[in-house]
C-alpha cells in the first residue's frame, strides 16, 4: 500500500513536497493526522495521542506496525504445564510510539515486561487528544500538536495536569517535545514513562538495541540504565533517539503464541522501549521532555 501511494503521488508531481492530509483511516469516527515528506509517511492518533504509523516510504516498512496482543478461543487448548501460557498476554492500550504511562513509584522492569506493570499504569482521564494545530512549519517540515488536560495519581492522590505533545517532521527527522504542566496546588511526584512499540520484521534475531555504544538483542528484557542516546539497529535500516533529557531506558520483546498447522509457535512482534523518568513538578511549572528520532536506511 505504502509503494502504491508514493508510486500515485510521483505520478502527480506530488513525490517530492510535503504534505497534510486529515483523514478518518481506522473508521472510529476521528480524523487521523497525516503527515508526509519525501523519506517519511507519519500518521498520528488523536485516539491516544501517539504515533500509529511510521514508515520508510523507500522500503515500504511501518517501524509502527506491532500488534495489539488478544486472547484467542484455542490458546486455551494450550498445556496447563507449558511455560508458553505466560506469554499468552491480552493488550488493554493500543501498540503505539510515544505513549504515555504514569507508573506506580515502585514500578519494575518485569512487572512491565508481564503486563502487570501496564495494568498498574494510570494513563489519562480521557483517550481522545484535542488537536490544537495541524501546519507547515518552516519551508521544510510539517507539524502536529496535541493536548489534554487529565487527572494522575501520586503519593497524595489525584493531580491535575495539562499534556501537550509536538511532532516535528522534517527529512527523516522526528522532533518530538512533550510538556507536562502541574495544574494543582501540591508539587506532583510521579514517575512517566514514555513508550515506544518498534516492529521488528521478520528477521529479528538480526536486530539490536544500542545504549551509548552498548549494543545487545533486541530480543533480551533489560534495565539499561539512564542514557541520552538509544539506536535500533535492523536489516537494511536504523533507528536513531537521541534525548535531550537522560532517561532509564527499558526494553523487552513483545512476544506471543500462536497455533498453525497444529503447531504451536512463539513470536515476537516486535520491541517495547521504555523510556522513565522521576518527575517533581512544582504547582504551575512545567517538565519537558525532547526527543529526536533519525531514521536512517
Known sequence: MLRAESTALAALGAGDRLIIERA??????????????????????????????L???????????????????YHEELPA?????????????????????????DARLRGAASATEEERATGL??????????????????????????????ARGDARIRVEKRYTLR????SYREEIANRSREVLR??????????LGPDVAACGVVLDDDRVDA??????????????????YAVGLNLLQPARVWHFPVRTVYRALGEWHTVVQGLSLWLIRDLAIEPGRKARFDAKVKVET
Open 171 to 174: 527529512g527523516r527527522v522526528l
Open 125 to 154: 482521564t480521557d483517550p481522545l487528544w484535542e488537536v490544537v494545530a495541524v501546519e507547515r512549519h518552516g519551508s521544510d517540515a510539517v507539524r502536529a500538536i496535541l493536548r489534554q488536560d487529565g487527572v494522575v495519581a501520586d
Open 24 to 53: 478518518d483511516l481506522d473508521g472510529d469516527g476521528t480524523d487521523e493526522i497525516l503527515l508526509y515528506t519525501p523519506d517519511i509517511a507519519l500518521v498520528v492518533a488523536p485516539y491516544g495521542g501517539s504515533v500509529i504509523e
Open 190 to 199: 510521579v514517575r512517566h514513562a514514555v513508550v515506544l512499540d518498534l516492529f
Open 219 to 236: 530480543t533480551e528484557t533489560l534495565d539499561r540504565g539512564t542514557g541520552e542516546i538509544v539506536r535500533l539497529e535492523g536489516p537494511g
Open 81 to 105: 504445564g507449558d511455560p508458553r501460557r505466560a506469554l499468552l498476554g491480552e493488550d488493554t492500550f493500543p501498540r503505539a510510539l510515544f505513549r504515555d504511562r504514569f507508573l506506580a513509584p
Open 55 to 73: 514508515s520508510l516510504v523507500a522500503q515500504a516498512r511501518n517501524l509502527a506496525d506491532v500488534l495489539v496482543r488478544v486472547r484467542e478461543p
